[in-house]
């Protein structure tokens, strides 16, 4: 099966500017998620869908990150504005949702803040 | 909500040697405890998970133990090789559609 897709790979905005990265879940996948990973820590959850509502968004900087997941499928996330603690590894998930099941990473979008 | 504590935070050990990460958790409701390995530069993978009903599951070199009572569950690599080398994730959640808390990472080191 086709894995978890993530655009773009790297991304390098100055501070103060907007950046959006997109996922595509695995096909069939209710539950999305959203991680932020700074380096040499781990994941981070940011934001949490099951379908197109929102399960946990309790460590989203609501001031100036958003996301959205129209129609249950894909989903994006945006920064605006960006600031240098923003520089990190953003990592798009999904899982079945159905019991305990695995959740599958995509490459995950590299952004640096200048 | 949940709280992963993970240990140690990097782990150097010679190939052949065995390696052991251990991790707690806060929420007794949590019943699925997944591990992922994560090489430089690359995606989270998968290597073993473990739920609530078993203390133990092994897959060739690798296994999970879990203590529900004690709150912790470890990562066991036995006869470990160069490419073991990676930061590893234990994580917990109690639920199908409840949030999966990760540990912050052990870096290990497997040295020829």
């Known amino acids: 099966e086709a894995g978890v897709a993530q655009s773009p790979r790297y991304k390098i905005i100055e501070k103060r500017q907007s950046v959006a990265f997109w996922c595509n879940p695995i096909?069939?996948?209710?539950?999305l998620y959203w991680y932020q990973q700074i380096l040499g820590q781990g994941p981070k959850l940011l934001i949490q869908?099951?379908?197109?509502?929102?399960?946990?968004d309790s460590q989203l900087p609501k001031d100036r990150f958003s996301a959205e997941r129209l129609k249950g499928v894909d989903s994006t996330l945006k920064i605006q504005p960006a600031k240098l603690e923003d520089s990190a590894v953003y990592l798009c998930?999904?899982?079945?949702?159905?019991?305990?099941?695995?959740?599958?990473f995509g490459q995950g979008t590299r952004l640096t803040v200048v | 909500g949940e709280n992963v504590e993970q240990h140690p935070s990097t782990l150097s050990v010679q190939e052949g040697d065995s390696a052991v990460i251990k991790c707690t958790y806060s929420?007794?409701?949590?019943?699925?405890f997944p591990w992922y390995k994560q090489e430089l530069g690359k995606r989270p993978q998968l290597i073993i998970d473990?739920?609530?009903?078993?203390g133990e599951k092994k897959d060739q070199r690798i296994a999970v133990t879990l203590n529900k009572t004690a709150k912790h569950f470890s990562l066991h690599i036995t006869e470990t090789q160069p490419e073991d080398s990676a930061v590893y994730f234990c994580?917990?959640?109690?639920?199908?559609?409840?949030?999966?808390?990760f540990g912050k990472g052990t870096m290990l080191l497997v040295s020829p």
């Open positions: 998930a999904s899982s079945s949702g159905r019991g305990l099941t695995e959740a599958f």
């Open positions: 096909s069939g996948h209710a539950t």
């Open positions: 869908f099951q379908n197109n509502g929102v399960v946990d």
């Open positions: 929420d007794s409701a949590s019943n699925y």
């Open positions: 473990i739920r609530s009903n078993v």
């Open positions: 994580a917990a959640r109690n639920s199908g559609y409840s949030t999966l808390t």
